[in-house]
Structures are given as C-alpha cells and as structure tokens.
C-alpha cells in the first residue's frame, strides 16, 4: 500500500482516544474492562482504512473487534470510517506493529484473528515477512484462545498457496477453502476496500479458514 503522509493525522488520533486506543500495552489482559462486557475479541492484523472491521463490528454486536494498523495516515481513515457509522461501541483501533502481538494481549483473549489483503512478499528472501509464515503463526497461536481461527482473504494466488501449505505444515486444521469467493458470496461476508478494487475487475478472491489444534501432553 503507498501511504500519503497526513500531517493533521497525530493530532487526529490524540482528539479521538474513544476510537484509537492510546498505550494499548496498558490494555493488556484487560480488554474485557475497556469493553465492559465478555463478549469475545476478533483482531484484524492490517486494518487499512477501516471498511472490513466496521462493517463486522456492525454485523456482529455481540462480538468486540479491534483493528490493527501500523500507519498513522491510514489509520485516521479507519477512524473516520468508525465514525460514519456511528462509532459503535463493540470497535476500537489501535496504532501498533502487528508482529508484537504479545505486547498487547495475553494467552485466550483473542478468539479469531482476520488477515485481509495481507502484502504478498513475494520474493522468496522475504518470505519471513509474510503473515502466514510459521514465526507469525506461532505468534497469533500464543494469544489466541485454543483451537483459535485465523480467517483469510487474499487475491494473490502465490500468497494463498503459500499460506495453505504454511498452515498445513503447522499443524492447523482448515476448515474451508475457496479459490473463488465471490463465485459462492457467504450472505455474510464483508468485502474490503481492496476486496471490491480486485472482484469488480474480476479478479478471483481467495478465502481460507484455518484452526489450530490442541497440542496433546
């Protein structure tokens, strides 16, 4: 994603600590307090503008979603779009680097994490970086709660076989694969900015639920 730099963005996220949650490291272990409820938490690790994770928040009241994002120009849009649909109450942003999860959440708070559109990387030597790989793997397993999920969407066809055979090689039950998601429109999906870019030039779209398992002792 190229991001602009928006100047205004720092003082925009300080005015709205109702939305873009300010020293999360401090929420850690305590997410069911900022919420004030037990209603389970959802993650989505790559936020971008905000449309996937509101639109979940919106559909899903009984459920708590954060979404996660590491530039400040483009979580201001995340933020505005919360807004426009009224800031529910059930999402909250926060301005982190996905790959330290542990710093913000404890083992069982997270109960599913969403990875949409995720940056392929596809050069082998960069492999490390995808958010499939087997060190990112290990890092959702250890705040998810057991038999956590990971839901994904991709148009990248490289990605997802990639993914597919990561989480395979992980241990990880997968308990739905779609090479073309739109083909079959689950009456409950929530398409992505870059989602509805790829689909309306016909691009198929790749989905895949993913389980992991309890290691037996």
Same mark, same amino acid.
């Given at each position: 994603?190229?991001?602009?730099?928006?100047?205004?963005?720092?003082?925009?996220?300080?005015?709205?600590?109702?939305?873009?949650?300010?020293?999360?490291?401090?929420?850690?272990?305590?997410?069911?307090?900022?919420?004030?409820?037990?209603?389970?938490?959802?993650?989505?690790?790559?936020?971008?503008?905000?449309?996937?994770? @509101?639109?979940?928040?919106?559909?899903?009241?009984?459920?708590?979603?954060?979404?996660?994002?590491?530039?400040?120009?483009?979580?201001?849009?995340?933020?505005?779009?919360?807004?426009?649909?009224?800031?529910?109450?059930?999402?909250?942003?926060?301005?982190?680097?996905?790959?330290?999860?542990?710093?913000?959440?404890? =083992?069982?708070?997270?109960?599913?994490?969403?990875?949409?559109?995720?940056?392929?990387?596809?050069?082998?030597?960069?492999?490390?970086?995808?958010? @499939?790989?087997?060190?990112?793997? =290990?890092?959702?397993?250890?705040?998810?709660?057991?038999?956590?999920?990971?839901?994904?969407?991709?148009?990248?066809?490289?990605?997802?076989?990639?993914?597919?055979?990561?989480?395979?090689?992980?241990?990880?039950?997968?308990?739905?694969?779609?090479?073309?998601?739109?083909?079959?429109?689950?009456?409950?999906?929530?398409?992505?900015?870059?989602?509805?870019?790829?689909?309306? =030039?016909?691009?198929?779209?790749?989905?895949?639920?993913?389980?992991?398992?309890? =290691?037996?002792?």
């Amino acid at each position: 994603m190229r991001v602009r730099h928006k100047p205004w963005a720092a003082d925009f996220i300080k005015a709205h600590p109702e939305i873009i949650i300010p020293d999360p490291e401090k929420c850690k272990g305590n997410w069911k307090e900022l919420f004030e409820n037990n209603n389970p938490l959802h993650i989505e690790v790559g936020s971008g503008k905000g449309q996937f994770i @509101t639109g979940m928040a919106l559909q899903n009241p009984e459920i708590n979603y954060l979404g996660i994002e590491l530039f400040d120009s483009v979580i201001v849009k995340a933020a505005e779009k919360v807004m426009e649909a009224g800031s529910p109450k059930n999402v909250r942003l926060l301005l982190v680097n996905g790959a330290e999860l542990e710093k913000y959440f404890e =083992k069982n708070e997270v109960s599913r994490i969403y990875l949409n559109f995720s940056d392929p990387w596809p050069k082998t030597r960069h492999a490390k970086r995808r958010l @499939t790989h087997e060190n990112f793997l =290990k890092l959702y397993e250890a705040v998810l709660v057991d038999n956590g999920e990971i839901h994904f969407k991709t148009d990248n066809r490289g990605l997802f076989e990639y993914s597919l055979v990561s989480m395979s090689h992980y241990g990880m039950k997968l308990n739905y694969v779609s090479l073309d998601l739109h083909a079959e429109m689950p009456e409950d999906n929530i398409m992505t900015e870059y989602e509805e870019k790829f689909s309306s =030039k016909g691009q198929p779209i790749y989905r895949l639920e993913a389980q992991f398992q309890t =290691k037996q002792s």
